[in-house]
């Protein structure tokens, strides 16, 4: 069993750039950090993840061990391309991958500033198997 970040993206209903809506859950998460697909449960509606790991491939661990590595900025930086389109709520949680599991159920959901989420991001963060809904400042 294994800690990782799963990624995965919710339509924004308050946006009123329409041609934006056609991008939302088609994104790739960069190579680096990238571990996988899977589904995530939420509000009853099926959604594309992926997950996120460090460079072992085996856990997402050292997002937790480490501030401002490398690993931050890539992810961070993606996920600050992604709210360019205000159709975007990027979204991030983390799960025990036990390998069998197939997709997560997301239960809690709390918003988030993007800044917030950098400045504090560690494992205590995550404590609650709570997503967050990252915002703009």
Same mark, same amino acid.
């Given at each position: *069993? +294994?800690?990782?970040?799963?990624?995965?993206? %919710? @339509?924004?209903?308050?946006?009123?750039?329409?041609?934006?809506? +056609?991008?939302?859950?088609?994104? #790739?998460?960069?190579?680096?950090?990238?571990?996988?697909?899977?589904?995530? =449960?939420? &509000?009853?509606?099926? =959604? +594309?993840?992926?997950?996120?790991?460090?460079?072992?491939? =085996?856990?997402?661990? #050292?997002?937790? %061990? &480490? !501030? +401002?590595?490398? %690993?931050?900025?890539? %992810?961070?930086?993606?996920?600050?391309?992604? *709210?360019?389109?205000?159709?975007?709520?990027?979204?991030?949680?983390?799960?025990?991958? *036990?390998?069998?599991?197939?997709?997560? =159920?997301?239960? @809690?959901?709390?918003?988030?500033?993007? $800044? !917030?989420? @950098?400045? #504090?991001?560690?494992?205590?963060?995550?404590?609650?198997?709570? $997503?967050?809904?990252? @915002?703009?400042?």
């Amino acid at each position: *069993m +294994s800690r990782y970040l799963v990624y995965f993206e %919710l @339509k924004n209903k308050k946006s009123t750039n329409y041609s934006g809506f +056609s991008k939302v859950g088609k994104f #790739n998460i960069p190579e680096k950090i990238y571990a996988g697909d899977i589904q995530v =449960l939420f &509000k009853e509606k099926k =959604l +594309s993840g992926n997950i996120i790991s460090d460079e072992s491939r =085996l856990s997402a661990n #050292n997002f937790f %061990l &480490k !501030k +401002s590595t490398a %690993l931050h900025n890539i %992810l961070f930086d993606f996920i600050e391309e992604r *709210m360019r389109n205000e159709c975007i709520i990027p979204c991030l949680s983390t799960f025990i991958h *036990m390998n069998k599991k197939r997709a997560i =159920l997301i239960t @809690k959901i709390e918003e988030i500033n993007i $800044a !917030k989420i @950098k400045h #504090n991001f560690s494992l205590n963060l995550f404590t609650n198997d709570n $997503a967050f809904l990252i @915002k703009p400042i």
